[in-house]
């Protein structure tokens, strides 16, 4: 395309690509940002483009820029919380992680349940260990572990 048709087509059809693009973004900004490279886009097309098709082409390449602006914003955005790093209450004292562990086991009443719980949270025994230590089977545990969790959620969540 010449010099003179591109600024034609500019004229003519910036306002509305804008528009097109600011329907889709929903970023003004970045749909004039997007409406430039589209116009410098057509500046590199070498082959003529008929005046009837000229707005569907400046349409099509608006709209695989804007797909192209979200996967990009899509693949930063996955990149980023992958580098973010879980704290596991590096900088809280493990005096408070305890009180609150303590806390959330008081909800239970069944000392039993209680006592198997403390073991596996607080003492880090398994579930082999805390058997042992109760002399209970490794199922009982299991399940008394799972009615503990849900009596807590109960309270907690409640």
Do not use: W
């Amino acid at each position: 395309m010449n010099n003179t048709q591109i600024n034609d087509a500019y004229i003519n059809y910036k306002s509305e690509i804008t528009r097109y693009l600011s329907h889709i973004l929903k970023q003004p900004q970045d749909a004039e940002d997007l409406a430039q490279e589209c116009f410098i886009r057509l500046m590199k097309v070498t082959d003529p483009i008929p005046e009837d098709r000229l707005l569907y082409y400046l349409k099509r390449i608006a709209r695989n820029l804007a797909m192209d602006s979200f996967r990009r914003r899509t693949r930063t955005l996955r990149r980023d919380s992958r580098l973010e790093v879980p704290t596991h209450h590096l900088d809280t004292p493990s005096l408070e992680i305890n009180e609150g562990v303590n806390d959330l086991v008081s909800h239970i009443n069944n000392t039993e349940h209680r006592k198997i719980l403390e073991l596996r949270l607080i003492h880090g025994y398994s579930i082999k260990e805390t058997a042992e230590l109760v002399n209970r089977s490794e199922g009982m545990i299991k399940s008394s572990v799972f009615h503990a969790v849900n009596r807590i959620r109960a309270k907690v969540i409640s």
